[in-house]
């Protein structure tokens, strides 16, 4: 397996975003009881994906942990709910002292129908309304549906790591 390349994106928050045809279902802040389904659908969202490393449950739990424990933004994390479950999520945390999206997932049975798009632009007009200019963050070079996402809702490449 050749070496992972993360490329560095940024989000001008400046003016209005544009308006969506977002899919008409409930968005809502994430909060921390929300871990356990958070978990799930991360691992759900990432098998079989780049960024998928063989990680189990126990792991996806560990990462949303880690989030929480380390600088999220909950007030700015939003989810995507069908049938009162979390479908698709964005985590914003704090990197370098600005916003950052950690991770954009949706469960592989709602791929396609926007959920991404619409649970990030929730983040990034929170994100604007609270005062933030741009955030960050990072794609793995040749997830091409994030890069397709984010290069439609302005987000453009500053530098790879």
Aim: glycine share 8%; with cysteine; proline share 5%.
């Amino acid at each position: 397996m050749g070496d992972v390349v993360k490329v560095r994106y940024e989000i001008e928050l400046f003016g209005d975003r544009p308006d969506l045809d977002t899919p008409d279902v409930d968005i809502r802040q994430l909060a921390p009881t929300d871990r356990d389904a958070l978990a799930h659908l991360m691992l759900d969202a990432y098998i079989g994906t780049i960024d998928y490393e063989g990680e189990t449950l126990k792991e996806a739990r560990d990462g949303v942990d880690s989030w929480l424990e380390g600088s999220p933004l909950v007030d700015h994390s939003c989810g995507a709910i069908i049938d009162g479950q979390i479908v698709s999520a964005v985590l914003v945390s704090v990197l370098d002292e600005s916003p950052f999206i950690a991770i954009v997932m949706t469960d592989p049975a709602h791929k396609g129908a926007r959920l991404a798009r619409a649970v990030t632009e929730a983040a990034l007009i929170s994100l604007k309304r609270a005062g933030h200019s741009r955030v960050a963050l990072y794609i793995t070079k040749g997830n091409t549906p994030s890069e397709k996402l984010f290069a439609a809702i302005g987000a453009r490449p500053s530098s790879a790591r």
